[in-house]
T-cell receptor, first 114, second 115 residues
Framework: QKEVEQNSGPLSVPEGAIASLNCTYSDRVSQSFFWYRQYSGKSPELIMS????GDKEDGRFTAQLNKASQYVSLLIRDSQPSDSATYLCAVRQRYGGATNKLIFGTGTLLAVQP | DVKVTQSSRYLVKRTGEKVFLECVQDMDHENMFWYRQDPGLGLRLIYF???????EKGDIPEGYSVSREKKERFSLILESASTNQTSMYLC??????????????FGPGTRLLVL
C-alpha cells in the first residue's frame, strides 16, 4: 500500500462546478496535511495546509480532514479553467529529532472545461 | 518573494559522467531538499539538509550524494550518471524548525536526460 494515495485522474469538471480531490494516507500518526498545485511544466506551490479534523476554508478552496478514516480532501468551488493543474497531496511524517519530511502522493490531474 | 533557483533547466549527460545540480535560495532558509519527479511515481525525496554541512538520506539516496557548504546552496551530485536517473529534479527550501517549516518553496526544476 502506498503511503499517500490519490486518483491520478484526469478529473474533468465544467467551469463553475465544484471539483473534489481526494487523498488517503496509511500512517495513523500523521498530523499535518498539505495540498500543492502544480501547473504543467512548473514546480509545485503550496495552496492549503490542515492539521485538525474538519474543514478549513481559504477563498474558493476548502480542505477537509478525517483522521479516523485517514482521508483528506480538497474542494474547489466555482472551478475556473485556470485551476486546471495537477494537485499533490502531501503528508508530514516524523523523521527523527526536529526534522520532518513530506510524503507526496502522485497527484490528481484536474481539467476544468470552459 | 522567496526565490529558489536551480543551475540549469535542461541538462543532457552521458552514462558514467559526474553530474552536479546546484540549488540556491535567497531567504535564509535552514532546510533544503532534493526531489526527483517521475510520471506515476510522484515526488520522491532524495536527500535533505536542515543545517550547513548536515545531510540526511531521503527515500531514494542510492546513486546520489549532496553537499551543503553554505546555508544558501545545496548541491546534488550524481557520481556516475545512469539512464535510470533521467528525471525531473526539484530543489526546495523551507524555514527553520521553529517556524512553518512545512511550507516548502520549490525551484523551477532541472530536466536531466542521461544518454
Amino acid at each position: 500500500q502506498k503511503e499517500v494515495e490519490q486518483n491520478s485522474g484526469p478529473l474533468s469538471v465544467p467551469e463553475g462546478a465544484i471539483a473534489s480531490l481526494n487523498c488517503t494516507y496509511s500512517d495513523r500518526v500523521s498530523q499535518s496535511f498539505f495540498w500543492y498545485r502544480q501547473y504543467s511544466g512548473k514546480s509545485p506551490e503550496l495552496i492549503m495546509s490542515i492539521y485538525s479534523n474538519g474543514d478549513k476554508e481559504d477563498g474558493r478552496f476548502t480542505a477537509q480532514l478525517n483522521k479516523a478514516s485517514q482521508y483528506v480532501s480538497l474542494l474547489i468551488r466555482d472551478s475556473q479553467p485556470s485551476d486546471s493543474a495537477t494537485y499533490l497531496c502531501a503528508v508530514r511524517q516524523r523523521y527523527g529529532g526536529a526534522t520532518n519530511k513530506l510524503i507526496f502522493g502522485t497527484g490528481t490531474l484536474l481539467a476544468v472545461q470552459p | 518573494d522567496v526565490k529558489v533557483t536551480q543551475s540549469s533547466r535542461y541538462l543532457v549527460k552521458r552514462t558514467g559522467e559526474k553530474v552536479f545540480l546546484e540549488c540556491v535560495q535567497d531567504m535564509d532558509h535552514e532546510n533544503m531538499f532534493w526531489y526527483r519527479q517521475d510520471p506515476g511515481l510522484g515526488l520522491r525525496l532524495i536527500y535533505f539538509s536542515y543545517d550547513v554541512k548536515m545531510k540526511e538520506k531521503g527515500d531514494i539516496p542510492e546513486g546520489y550524494s549532496v553537499s551543503r557548504e553554505k546555508k544558501e546552496r545545496f548541491s546534488l551530485i550524481l557520481e556516475s550518471a545512469s539512464t535510470n536517473q533521467t528525471s525531473m529534479y526539484l530543489c526546495a527550501s523551507s524555514p527553520g524548525r521553529t517556524s512553518s517549516w512545512e511550507t516548502q518553496y520549490f525551484g523551477p526544476g532541472t530536466r536531466l536526460l542521461v544518454l
